[in-house]
C-alpha cells in the first residue's frame, strides 16, 4: 500500500511541474499503437488527473486518444529533460457544458499562451475542441534503459552548401 501511495504521489506531483507530457494512444490490449507516436502535449493537473484540449483549429492535435480509450503517459523534468516516470492512463473525454468541462477549461485557460481569442476561447473549445482527462490507473512502467529516440523523419530543409571557412573567425570576432 505504501509504494502504491508513493507511485500516486510521484506520478500527481512531476505531472503538475512538468511543462509537458508525452502521450501515446494505446491499442485495446494495453500495448503501444503504432499508428500513433507520443506527442508532447501542454496539460494541467485537475482533480487528480492531466487534462488537455485540442483537435480543433490552432489547437494541438490529440490523435489515437479516443474516449474510453487507454494512454501511455510519460513524464519529463522541466530543467533538464530527463525522463521521471512513465504512468498508464485511463481517456475521458469531458461532455462541453459539464462542471467537470467548466472545471477543467477554467485551469486551462490559465495555462494556454498565445491564445488567438482571448477570453472567447471557452466558447471556441466548446463549439470545436475536445477536453479529454488522462486519469492514472495502475502502476507506474519501469523506465526503459535505453534513450528510445527516433531518427528524425525525412525532410526537405537541408544545407545545400558548406559552412563558410571565415565563418568560425567572423563569430569570435563578434563575442569580443
Not at 507511485?7 to 500513433?36: C, D, F, H, M, Y
Amino acid at each position: 500500500m505504501t509504494s502504491e501511495l508513493l507511485e500516486r504521489a510521484l506520478v500527481e506531483e512531476s505531472t503538475k511541474k512538468s511543462g509537458l507530457i508525452w502521450v501515446q494512444g494505446a491499442s485495446s490490449a494495453g500495448a503501444p499503437a503504432q499508428v500513433s507516436p507520443a506527442r508532447a502535449l501542454w496539460h494541467v493537473w485537475h482533480d487528480g488527473a492531466a487534462c488537455v484540449v485540442g483537435d480543433g483549429p490552432g489547437e494541438q492535435p490529440l490523435p489515437g486518444l479516443a474516449d474510453g480509450g487507454e494512454a501511455v503517459v510519460t513524464v519529463r523534468s522541466k530543467d533538464k529533460g530527463g525522463r521521471i516516470v512513465t504512468w498508464p492512463a485511463r481517456v475521458v473525454e469531458l461532455t462541453p457544458g459539464s462542471p467537470e468541462w467548466e472545471g477543467a477549461v477554467a485551469e486551462l485557460k490559465g495555462k494556454r499562451l498565445n491564445a488567438p481569442d482571448g477570453e472567447e476561447m471557452p466558447e471556441r473549445w466548446r463549439r470545436t475542441c475536445r477536453v479529454l482527462r488522462l486519469e492514472p490507473r495502475g502502476a507506474t512502467v519501469p523506465l526503459p534503459s535505453d534513450s528510445q529516440a527516433a531518427p528524425p523523419p525525412p525532410s526537405p530543409a537541408v544545407t545545400r552548401h558548406p559552412i563558410p571557412a571565415a565563418l568560425p573567425r567572423l563569430l569570435r570576432r563578434k563575442r569580443r
